[in-house]
């Protein structure tokens, strides 16, 4: 069960048996929830209650279910995006303007003109925790500039335990504007973690421009991470 619908059963629960109750014609009604008297059914005695005990019922149940809901899994996607690259020395990026692979911005291109280059993204937007989630997806922006020969962006991930599957996207030609891949499912790649939220963080990628003949410029502006 998703973690929305836990609390919010939990809140209906709660209203349901503290302020809703049966009148004298046996109809639902709704009760006052500060001070209205209503019957004890065990005893047909009066009792007052006052807004304390659903609160404390309901921190009660709160309290419990916060351990599980640090574990379900996430339930609604949620969209990141790589934003650092490798900064060794030499640094494994692309040639002509890498960070704007990592800006955040899709309308600005690191670019090469090298067959095989590889610019490493090492960091993303992912907050982490121990969320678990159930899908991971990568999609890539890019273009290579018309009227040269063509090439491909093939997004490799990288895992704490080694790399991932490569998947290539068919980059558009273009002049200054490039189109979104399709969303790759990484989820089951070899090496790949059990996913959480913290793996998510820990993901880094290879974005690499593949091989061919004649000259080319192949442009990327941006990585984005889809979980489910």
């Known amino acids: 069960m998703r973690k929305k ?7 209906i629960l709660v209203l349901n048996y503290f302020l809703v109750g049966d009148d004298r014609d046996g109809q639902k009604s709704l009760k006052e929830p500060f001070s209205r008297e209503v019957k004890n059914t065990w005893g047909g005695k009066q009792m007052k209650k006052n807004i304390m ?3 404390l019922c309901f921190l009660v149940v709160s309290a419990f279910l916060m351990p599980l809901m ?6 609604d996607r949620a969209t990141y995006y790589f934003n650092s690259h490798d900064d060794s020395d030499p640094a494994e990026v692309w040639t002509t303007n890498p960070g704007y692979m ?5 309308n600005t291109y690191a670019s090469t003109q090298s067959d095989g280059d590889v610019e490493l993204l090492t960091g993303n937007t992912c907050p982490g925790g121990g969320t678990l989630v159930t899908k991971v997806e990568l999609r890539v922006k890019g273009y290579y500039f018309i009227g040269e020969s063509a090439r491909d962006i093939i997004l490799i991930p990288v895992f704490p335990a080694g790399d991932g599957l490569e998947y290539t996207f068919d980059a558009p030609a273009g002049v200054t504007e490039g189109e979104w891949s399709e969303w790759f499912n990484i989820t089951s790649d070899p090496n790949a973690p059990t996913w959480s939220l913290n793996a998510v963080a820990a993901l880094d ?4 421009a593949s091989s061919g003949s004649g000259s080319f410029t192949l442009f990327c502006s941006k990585v984005e991470i889809r979980v489910t």
């Open 70 to 75: 640090g574990t379900t899994a996430l339930g």
């Open 102 to 106: 990592v800006d955040g911005n899709e």
């Open 5 to 11: 619908q836990i609390v919010l059963l939990s809140l």
């Open 205 to 208: 990628c290879d974005v690499k």
């Open 53 to 55: 005990r659903p609160i």
